[in-house]
């Protein structure tokens, strides 16, 4: 029928490939609509469609490409959802409720800026924030990470990254709306960029699960070419997040080495280009780690790198990662590094540890050991 994972499909896809066997072009949309609307990832469930056609969608791999492996909660209500992918490989993705005092409502990125009527949730619905993860481990290296230590197994593709979406939605509890997703689990988004691509554009596809660009966020290490990709092709539209972690080269180098590849005069250079729309702003992560980016001299010359450009800057206070050699900041010098960034102006929050009892939390998805897998197995279409 066609190379691609039918859940990768756009319904013009599916209808070239539905050409072929004969079938009606509505099968097109009703079939998109089933995975991306409904939510159903297997062919046999898709009750209005052929039993033939059913039989021959389940032979040319229409299936889910994950099973819940595991599901973890923690007190918060965050959720780790723990997949497996059919040989053998895990990734993670974590619901996470955006509670009114959680403090965390940056993790709704997209929607606290510019809010849509319509869209906000009566006050006795609770929004959850969805993280995906793009990729099976991480190439980036950041030293803090606990993804980036592990390597990378393979990029996720688009099916793969989207059906953490279709899967996630059936853990959300009945007064729960999934309203914003942002792409900051395993993975770098945009050195993947075109399955990160077709994941965006069939999330936001009107026939199918429908989100609004503006809902979703991105973030990025600052792969520089990947930034104006991504600000071409969708117009700006897209949240961006960027993880900054240091404002200068020689912090910036040791803790993320991409730096080496995209310094930072070229990074902001990138993201003042980057197409945001009025009132939109870029976030600004940046991870405190003791003794390394948390000085008041750290947190002056931060204001200074990002003086002219439209940001709200979100401090993570870094979550244990095992061998790392690294620890969080006290929390007075988290403290004191948020007032002072305030003190210039800026809109700084700290963001609220989450999920962190079930290792959910920044910097925590890993790889289980053991569980590399360097292929991908998948029937023949
Ligand atoms: N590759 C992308 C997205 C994945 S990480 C990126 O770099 O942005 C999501 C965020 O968690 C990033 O800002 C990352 O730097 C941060 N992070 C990673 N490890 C962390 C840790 N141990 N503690 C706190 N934040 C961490």
């Known amino acids: 029928m066609s190379d691609l994972h039918p859940v990768g499909r756009f319904p013009e896809e599916w209808t070239a490939a539905l050409a072929a066997l004969g079938e009606p072009k509505y099968r097109a949309t009703q079939i998109f609509r089933w995975i991306h609307r409904r939510g159903e990832l297997e062919a046999a469930k898709m009750t209005d469609l052929p039993l033939a056609l059913r039989e021959r969608l389940a032979q040319d791999g229409l299936t889910s490409p994950f099973e819940v492996v595991e599901v973890h909660r923690a007190k918060d209500g965050t959720r780790k959802l723990v997949l497996g992918m059919p040989s053998g490989g895990r990734i993670e993705c974590?619901?996470?409720?955006?509670?009114?005092?959680?403090?965390?409502?940056?993790?709704?990125?997209?929607?606290?800026?510019?809010?849509?009527?319509?869209?906000?949730?009566?006050?006795?619905?609770t929004r959850v924030t969805l993280c995906v993860s793009t990729q099976f481990g991480c190439a980036m290296g950041c030293v803090f990470c606990a993804s980036g230590r592990a390597g990378l197994g393979r990029g996720l593709g688009a099916d793969e990254i989207v059906s953490q979406v279709i899967i996630?939605?059936?853990?959300?509890?009945?007064?729960?709306?999934l309203t914003n997703l942002v792409f900051m689990g395993m993975g770098e988004p945009l050195h993947h960029y075109d399955e990160t691509a077709r994941a965006l554009r069939l999330l936001t596809h009107p026939e199918g699960t429908g989100m609004s660009?503006?809902?979703?966020?991105?973030?990025?290490?600052?792969?520089v070419p990947g930034l104006k990709k991504l600000g071409a092709d969708f117009a700006g539209k897209v949240g961006l997040a960027?993880?900054?972690?240091?404002?200068?080269?020689?912090?910036?180098?040791?803790?993320?080495?991409?730096?080496k590849r995209y310094p930072l005069n070229e990074l902001i250079a990138a993201l003042k280009s980057y197409p945001l729309p009025?009132?939109?702003?870029?976030?600004?992560?940046y991870t405190l780690i003791d003794g390394v980016n948390d000085t008041d001299a750290h947190a002056d010359r931060l204001v200074r790198v990002?003086?002219?450009?439209?940001?709200?800057?979100?401090?993570?206070?870094?979550?244990?990662?095992?061998?790392?050699?690294?620890?969080?900041?006290?929390?007075?010098?988290?403290?004191?590094?948020?007032?002072?960034?305030?003190?210039?102006?800026?809109?700084?929050?700290?963001?609220?540890?989450?999920?962190?009892?079930?290792?959910a939390a920044c910097g925590q998805l890993a790889l289980a050991p053991g569980l590399i897998e360097l292929g991908r197995s998948r029937a023949p279409l």
């Open 168 to 177: 996630a939605r059936r853990y959300l509890e009945p007064n729960e709306d």
């Open 306 to 359: 990002l003086s002219g450009l439209p940001v709200k800057v979100n401090l993570i206070p870094m979550n244990p990662v095992e061998g790392s050699g690294f620890q969080a900041s006290p929390p007075e010098r988290v403290d004191a590094f948020q007032a002072r960034v305030a003190g210039y102006g800026y809109s700084c929050f700290v963001r609220a540890r989450r999920g962190d009892e079930v290792s």
């Open 242 to 259: 960027v993880s900054l972690h240091a404002p200068d080269d020689v912090t910036r180098d040791r803790i993320v080495p991409m730096n």
């Open 94 to 125: 974590v619901l996470i409720p955006m509670t009114p005092l959680s403090g965390d409502a940056d993790l709704a990125a997209a929607s606290d800026d510019d809010d849509e009527p319509g869209l906000v949730a009566p006050s006795e619905r």
């Open 278 to 285: 009025r009132r939109r702003r870029i976030t600004i992560e």
């Open 213 to 223: 660009p503006r809902r979703i966020t991105v973030s990025t290490v600052g792969l």
